[in-house]
């Protein structure tokens, strides 16, 4: 951290007050965000449910290849469908981000007979589409007795386990990125690994990570609209049975795109600036 | 080990559904190239408007799923500006297309904006016109920066051709399900994992193709920067006009 003398430097002491280190809860930047995505997290998890039946009221005119009255009518179901694509993003992504971390160590791991499973896992996932993988997992569910899941929580498992292997990859750069100056310091202060781990190495790794992860939260929350094949009730669900009702493809499908970057690019905007952020802190 | 091979007819069936998948990814590669270089040369324009576009398509194409897109484009689009549904395999290739030109072009950008600026400056001491700075200084060394991002895109493409399959197209995906389907009707393997495991391999074999692919132009490009006698002396055999010695 740069001390107040280089903070004041060439300004005047008004503009730039001086603020000591402070832990992270002490800022209002950083606590702020945290405690809107926490709301945002509960909203979703809480009251969120997942109704398949997406009725609509009005039937759009014959004659026209796009019918605003009908495309406004839409909108509250398709709000509904982007609020269950949410919730699954959210939710099969925080498996991601710590099933990634577990990856990342075991791949990271000083014995081969550990380390070779998990780099062959890691690229055996990476590069197979997540179409295929849901197909299978829905295959799986349906043919064993023993396990038995909801649509939804398929779509959660199969999109955790595959950004699961794409973020412990973020993690091991991130790991890497470390220099190695610190674990030897850990070594000479005779830390053990607990303490090394959790005191010296992931609070330097994981700030390099937190904008590699943000992508790949973007990256889910593209993805996510393919559980519709596995029946979730999502946005694409919601345009495929709109089309199948009512016969109308063009309104659904554009209020469908429409929706989708409405969260999307104010999502990628805020994982930029907290690049920028964090890059400001770095240096 | 037989347990988990097919019947020969399933695999044809598998053989004609890769076709069609490397169709679709040639088509959609080529559009995508095009695409990321032209809008990511576009984003680095003099022209307010010129990158004002550019930056407009990339955030739209970046922003949106690739599988809504597919949608929009290849059953929206046709009908909303009363064309007739050109052929499925082109209208998923644009739709990818489209897709992978957003992502290339920010690779384009920031690649070219990594070349050092001294490049630029000695192309406009040499007189080179914008069009002869950027084919024959900037785009060959921002080449060597540009190939690694691209293939790992070129993969993500691949994986994304499995989307076609829900527009209705044959690929791998679409006869993996019709090979599940019939082994469904006639029970000759209850256990329909075998059928998936096949199809991905398919993708992972086809994934490490594009890979090797890929590190095969990267390593002919790194040639040509290490001072290889063959390609020098081709170019200095004939006189080049204009040049004084």
Redesign the interface.
């Given at each position: 951290m740069s001390t107040p003398q280089t903070l004041t430097a060439g300004r005047s002491a008004q503009e730039v007050p001086y603020r000591p280190h402070r832990a992270w809860y002490r800022r209002l930047d950083v606590l702020v965000p945290i405690a809107l995505i926490a709301l945002g997290y509960l909203f979703l998890i809480v009251a969120v449910e997942e109704r398949s039946f997406f009725r609509t009221r009005l039937t759009a005119k014959g004659g026209e290849?796009?019918d605003w009255m009908y495309f406004w009518h839409l909108v509250p179901l398709m709000w509904q469908g982007l609020q269950v694509l949410a919730k699954a993003t959210v939710l099969g992504f925080t498996l991601a981000a710590v099933l990634g971390f577990l990856l990342a160590l075991g791949r990271r791991s000083a014995r081969r007979a550990i380390r070779w499973p998990f780099a062959a896992f890691i690229e055996?996932i990476r590069?197979?589409?997540?179409?295929?993988?849901l197909?299978?997992a829905q295959?799986?569910v349906r043919?064993s007795d023993t396990v038995s899941l909801s649509p939804i929580n398929i779509l959660v498992l199969v999109l955790g386990v595959h950004y699961a292997t794409y973020c412990s990859e973020g993690y091991r750069a991130g790991i890497n990125s470390v220099p190695p100056g610190q674990w030897e310091a850990a070594t000479a202060l005779n830390l053990g690994p607990v303490t090394t781990w959790t005191r010296v190495i992931i609070p330097q790794a994981v700030p390099n990570v937190l904008p590699a992860l943000g992508n790949y939260l973007v990256a889910a929350?593209?993805?996510?609209?393919?559980g519709y094949?596995v029946a979730v009730p999502e946005?694409?669900f919601f345009?495929n049975t709109v089309?199948g009702n009512d016969f109308r493809?063009?309104e659904p499908?554009?209020l469908?795109?429409i929706g989708?970057?409405l969260v999307?690019?104010p999502a990628?905007w805020a994982v930029r600036r907290l690049e920028r952020k964090i890059a400001y802190e770095r240096t | 080990m037989d347990s988990w091979l097919l019947a020969p007819h399933q695999y044809e069936l598998l053989a004609d559904g890769a076709w069609i998948t490397i169709q679709i990814l040639v088509y959609a590669f080529i559009l995508g190239v095009l695409l990321s270089l032209a809008v990511g040369v576009a984003r680095l324009s003099d022209r307010q408007w010129v990158r004002g576009l550019a930056f407009g398509y990339v955030e739209i194409a970046r922003g949106i799923s690739s599988i809504i897109l597919l949608f929009i484009i290849a059953i929206a689009v046709p009908i909303l500006f009363d064309v007739n549904q050109a052929s499925l395999v082109v209208l998923g290739s644009v739709a990818l297309g489209l897709n992978m030109g957003g992502y290339g072009a920010e690779i384009v950008r920031g690649s070219i904006q990594a070349i050092p600026r001294g490049q630029t400056e000695a192309s406009i001491a040499l007189n080179l016109s914008p069009t002869q700075r950027l084919r024959h200084v900037v785009l060959p060394q921002a080449m060597r920066i540009i190939l690694p991002p691209m293939g790992n895109l070129t993969i993500e493409i691949l994986k994304g051709t499995a989307l076609v399959s829900l527009i209705g197209l044959t690929d791998i995906m679409a006869a993996t399900r019709t090979i599940r389907n019939q082994r469904l009707v006639d029970a000759s393997g209850a256990d329909v994992t075998v059928v998936f495991v096949n199809a991905l391999v398919i993708y992972f074999v086809l994934a490490q193709i594009i890979n090797g692919l890929f590190r095969l132009a990267e390593w002919r490009l790194e040639k040509r920067y290490q001072g290889g006698e063959a390609e020098v002396e081709a170019a200095t055999r004939e006189p080049i006009p204009g040049l004084t010695k």
């Open positions: 290849n796009f055996f590069s197979t589409p997540l179409l295929v993988q197909f299978f295959a799986f043919a929350f593209k993805d996510a609209p393919l094949i946005l694409l345009a089309r493809p063009t499908y554009i469908a795109g989708f970057l999307s690019i990628a | -």
